[in-house]
């Protein structure tokens, strides 16, 4: 498993283990008493951490040189960033996604820098479009050695808020299971029969954690997750493997009418990227931040404290005002706070409720 620090930048170095030799000496410099302590990595870690940018791109060109990769939802975003980066290093990229004009200016984008790039429209939350779409890339380019599914949607509702938007529910299925289901079904008889093939799911962070007001989406991409672990053991010995990315939080159009992020550190979608051309040239079975790790791990081992800590945020930052139905431009933040002074006053009030000041 790839662990990615999310505060930190996602190429960022770790600190070199091994003490350096100074200019000009001879002999070695002593570890000192603090190094010595410090627990030394394995040298490949310790290789890999040293890597310049060029030796990443390189590791990545040797990884996807002449390789077909699709990556759906590759018009914008998180998709759009790894369709460039991938035709960068050299791949056959197919991009994926339901707008022709966005999805060209991407392509347009892509063969400016000397790549090779293909638009498919494609609506994947449609079965048939999906079977249409699989058929014309097998036919047009012979196999796929890459299946990135990233087209998604997200919706924040509490369920209380839900009860009568059961497509709310059924719309997260459709697109991001079901059609990153039926794409995997359409692109993997040829994977195993080349015995090659690596299928990468963009999930999310909220799989991990848990948050409230995202049961419909988090419980579509936890089933991509668990039917890609199911898949992975029978798949194992054909060589074609799944690597399941829980997301953390990304500044990309996904997210922008949520007024409320403005105010939470994120991801740039070229960071995001990053992460995705990791797990590529790595092929882990996951990558996740260290938050998402604790939020798996408070859930397993202190579920009753875990459920109280959500319980605090889901009545410190309420519905907006649109997903409660009463402003469908949600242009208003229905008492959302919005920046980081409003988001401490209300949690300040919460902890000290009842405190008189
Ligand atoms: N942003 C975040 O904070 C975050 C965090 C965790 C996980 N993720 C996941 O990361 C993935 C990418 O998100 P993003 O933030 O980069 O989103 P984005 O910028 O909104 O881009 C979404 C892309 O998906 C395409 N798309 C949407 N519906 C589609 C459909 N029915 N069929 C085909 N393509 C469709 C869009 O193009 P068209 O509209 O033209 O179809 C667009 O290219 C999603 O799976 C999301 O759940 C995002």
Redesign the pocket.
């Known amino acids: 498993m790839v662990t990615v620090k999310k505060s930190a930048k996602v190429n960022a170095t770790v600190t070199d283990p091994v003490p350096r030799r100074k200019v000009g000496s001879a002999a070695p410099a002593k570890p000192t008493a603090r190094a010595a302590r410090r627990p030394v990595k394995p040298v490949q870690e310790a290789f890999d951490a040293r890597q310049s940018a060029p030796a990443k791109a390189s590791r990545l060109s040797q990884a996807v040189h002449n390789k077909v990769v699709v990556v ?8 759009e960033d790894c369709a460039i980066k991938l035709a960068a290093a050299g791949a056959v990229v197919i991009l ?4 022709p004009e ?1 999805l060209q200016e991407s392509v347009d984008k892509i063969k400016a820098g000397g790549g090779r790039a293909f638009a498919y429209a ?4 449609s079965m048939s479009d999906c079977d249409r779409f699989c058929q014309r890339v097998l036919q047009e380019h012979g196999h796929v050695d890459i299946l990135i599914n ?5 919706i924040r509702r509490s369920v209380a808020h839900s009860f009568d938007r059961f497509h709310d529910f059924e719309r997260t299925m459709q ?1 991001n299971f079901f059609g990153a289901l039926r794409l995997i079904f359409g692109f993997a008889p040829t994977m195993l029969q080349r015995k090659s093939g690596h299928i990468i799911n ?1 999930s ?2 909220g799989v991990l954690a848990s948050p409230p007001r995202f049961s419909a989406y988090v419980a579509s991409k936890a089933a991509l997750d668990a039917f890609s672990w199911c898949a992975a053991s029978e798949f194992a010995d054909s060589n074609v493997r799944f690597t399941t990315i829980n ?4 500044r ?4 922008a009418p949520t007024k409320l992020y403005d105010a939470f550190p ?1 991801l740039s ?1 070229d960071e995001a990227a990053e992460m995705v051309m990791k797990a590529v040239v790595e092929k882990p079975k996951r990558v996740a931040t260290a938050l998402g790790l604790v939020g798996a791990v408070a859930q397993a081992l202190t579920p009753g404290i875990s459920e109280f800590v959500l319980n605090q945020a889901f009545h410190l930052f309420p519905d907006s005002l649109a997903a409660q139905g009463l402003d469908q431009d949600g242009a208003s933040t229905g008492g959302l706070p919005i920046n980081p002074m409003e988001i401490a006053g209300k949690l300040f009030s919460r902890v000290f409720s009842g405190v008189h000041w």
């Not at 759906?72 to 998709?79: E, K, N, P, Q």
């Not at 994926?96 to 707008?99: G, I």
């Not at 494609?122 to 939350?125: E, K, T, V």
């Not at 997301?247 to 990304?250: A, D, G, R």
Request: one cysteine or more; a positive charge.
């Open positions: 759906t939802g590759a018009s914008s975003g998180i998709g994926a996604a339901r707008t966005k494609c609506d994947i939350s990233n087209a998604g949607r997200s697109l963009i999310s962070i997301m953390p939080l990304v990309t159009p996904m997210i994120a979608p």
